[in-house]
């Protein structure tokens, strides 16, 4: 029986990876459960699965139940509870010291945090091969593109190609998106998830969060991942081999299908929901619109300059996110502030999870400045 822990279990991946364990009940069992700020549901999936290492980061409680208070109360939880995998379904920055947590505490790490790769890639991949510990991707297309690779040589790979979406503006013009609303932005077509990564989908800042987490999860050249939009979210991704065919990752849209093969890695065991049959399906796949969803370009060009740009990236969009959801600023001028962070000087490569989390802090600082100039 595999022990796991689920970070953000009150999330959607979150409560997808509990459906899993719920469903296979002889084959897991769940440890600990974390949450931001939803208690009662935090208290209820407890008493449903037995738990009692549970952690609330964001607010007070003085419920007993719960022992580990605070983002450091976190890492305890992590510490302190015994488990074989630990599911990161935290959104954002905040996802990146679990992460190290959980492999320092010698766990494998079952990764939907983005987050985590994006901003300490390099330092996440030699912890985990130090501890010997094993990164199994969560995010759908990584999960797909590390299923597609398996048994093949990675120089017999011409090219990575990720599915995008498109989100709920595709086809918008930017003068379209000046008007689009954080409510219209979180109202995904295919996908049920949380608001963040709604509207970074909507925004294509999903996508560039992807790019660079495919190319520090594999380790591969930035110049062989490309990105394809394919509205109907039905091919997760795909590659090509140097023969020029392609293979790809095919099933319903459902996040338990890549979160049940990380919990069951090597195995692959049926997932229902996931189960499409193809006669009578249309697919179509079109060039993203790099003009009007520049988050997209940013992104390649982030990871180009290397050094801390990734961070910058997505710490400065997340301000950004949050700002249009507080309606300080409009949709389209996420790309504006992200944009003119990355023209600052941030060549140097942390070395260290601190100096990461310190580039992290530095660059919301200046991203809530020029946002307070906008208004
Ligand atoms: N949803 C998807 O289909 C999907 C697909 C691929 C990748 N991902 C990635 O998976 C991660 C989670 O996405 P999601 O859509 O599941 O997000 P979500 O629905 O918003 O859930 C986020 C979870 O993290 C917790 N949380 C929020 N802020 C936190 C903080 N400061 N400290 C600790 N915990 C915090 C939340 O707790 P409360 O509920 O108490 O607020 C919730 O349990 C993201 O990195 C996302 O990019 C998601």
Not at 59 to 81: A, N
Not at 136 to 153: R, T
Not at 221 to 239: A, G, Y
Request: hydrophobic share 40%.
């Amino acid at each position: 029986m595999k022990k796991v822990i689920v970070l953000g279990s009150t999330g959607s991946i979150g409560t997808s990876a509990l459906d899993i364990i719920r469903s296979n009940r002889d084959d897991f069992q769940l440890t600990g459960l974390s949450a931001n700020s939803r208690e009662t549901e935090l208290l209820a999936q407890a008493a449903e699965f037995s738990v009692s290492s549970l952690a609330l980061t964001g607010k007070e409680t003085s419920d007993s139940r719960i022992t580990y208070h605070g983002p450091e109360g976190l890492l305890d939880l992590i510490k302190e509870t015994d488990a074989d995998i630990v599911v990161n379904g935290i959104s954002g920055a905040v996802g990146l010291a679990p992460s190290v947590t959980a492999l320092e505490s010698g766990m494998d790490l079952a990764l939907a945090n983005k987050e985590t790769m994006v901003m300490a890639g390099r330092l996440i991949n030699s912890l985990a091969e130090k501890k010997g510990r094993r990164i199994l991707p969560v995010d759908s297309e990584h999960s797909a593109i590390f299923h597609l690779m398996e048994g093949k040589n990675p120089d017999d790979i011409y090219e990575y190609i990720i599915t995008a979406s498109g989100g709920p503006f595709r086809g918008y013009t930017s003068e379209q998106l000046k008007n689009v609303t954080a409510e219209q932005a979180m109202k995904h077509p295919t996908w049920d998830m949380g608001y963040k990564i709604s509207i970074d989908s909507a925004s294509m800042a999903n996508k560039g969060l992807e790019v660079i987490e495919c190319w520090r999860l594999f380790n591969i050249p930035l110049d062989k991942i490309k990105v394809l939009v394919h509205p109907q979210s039905m091919v997760h991704s795909l590659i090509r081999t140097n023969d020029l065919a392609m293979y790809a990752h095919i099933s319903h849209p459902d996040m338990r299908l890549p979160i049940q093969n990380a919990l069951y890695y090597p195995d692959l065991k049926p997932v229902p929901s996931s189960f499409l049959d193809l006669a009578g399906r249309e697919m179509t796949f079109f060039e993203p619109d790099m003009d009007n969803f520049p988050m997209l370009p940013l992104a390649y060009r982030a990871a180009e300059s290397a050094g801390a740009y990734p961070i910058v990236y997505n710490a400065v969009n997340e301000v950004a996110v949050q700002a249009l959801v507080d309606e300080k600023i409009g949709f389209t001028e996420i790309p504006e502030i992200t944009e003119q962070l990355l023209s600052g000087d941030w060549t140097a490569e942390p070395q260290s999870f601190d100096e990461v989390l310190a580039v992290d802090t530095l660059c919301r600082q200046e991203a809530v400045e020029l946002i307070k100039k906008r208004m």
